[in-house]
């Protein structure tokens, strides 16, 4: 009604305690210590008091304590930060999740603070299974494509690519994307592509990178759109016409041509017919 006002009243809980670290974190949460793009991360803490004895250590995942990565060590009210790893004791330390605890203790009345940062150690790259490419023939109104399927061991940002026989690569299907772990499949349309497909083979490759920065490359067994049989192709001859009057200019032509298929080495032999095909 008109005039009316509704009040509501909730209760908001404030920490007033002050804290031995104001702050505590980690520049990298998943290192692989043997990449060295992600090889190790920053422990970064922040002491709200001065003459505070402050511990740094490794945990594994059970709470057993790995490695003390700086004893208690009395420090005044600052920044700090130390790095790690992944190592005790010059070894890497297998993968999986891990703890590093930051501690502080109060001189007066031994109260601890504690500030628990989770990392993960992955050193393994994201290999992808590829099966055997598959081209499926073009039914009414559709176009010959070529099937990939593959599984990602993990979940990655994923690049696919088709190779020719000279590992040249003629066409993207994925770039930079983001695919999560299990199957997937990759479908190239033929008749959608400007591509000129007279090369005997060609291939996939899928290339990976997982949050750890560890990468893998995958290529497919080959496979080919024709029967591979011998055949001269691309042909030209530039200038066309020529005038052979010795003047310098068009007296000859570059002729031009291109082998596919057969297996080499081939023997070419080049004529040059008049218009009644004679030699």
Known sequence: ??????????????????????????????????????????????????????AVKILDQNGKLLRELQTETVQA????SLAWDGK???VIVPDGSYEIDVIARNPVNDQLDIESLPITIDTVSPQAVLA?????????????????????PEAATVGIALLDGYDRVIATLASNEAQASGEHTAVWNISKSAIRLSDPDYKFRVSAVDTALNSAASSSTAFSFTDNALKATDFSVNPNPISPDSDGYHDAAQISYRIVGGKAPVKATVKVLNTAEAV
């Not at 908001?12 to 990298?28: C, F, K, S, W």
């Not at 009210?77 to 700090?80: E, F, L």
């Not at 055997?132 to 990602?152: A, R």
């Open 1 to 54: 009604p008109d005039g009316a006002s509704l009040a509501r009243e909730t209760t908001v809980g404030v920490d007033m305690t002050p804290h031995l670290i104001e702050r505590a974190y980690l520049t990298q949460d998943i290192i692989a210590p043997n990449n060295p793009l992600n090889p190790q991360t920053e422990i970064k803490y922040v002491l709200g008091f001065n003459d505070l004895p402050v």
């Open 77 to 80: 009210k600052a920044n700090y």
């Open 88 to 90: 005790i004791n010059g």
């Open 132 to 152: 055997v490419p598959v081209i499926v023939p073009g039914g009414t109104g559709t176009g010959e494509t070529v099937s990939l399927k593959y599984t990602m």
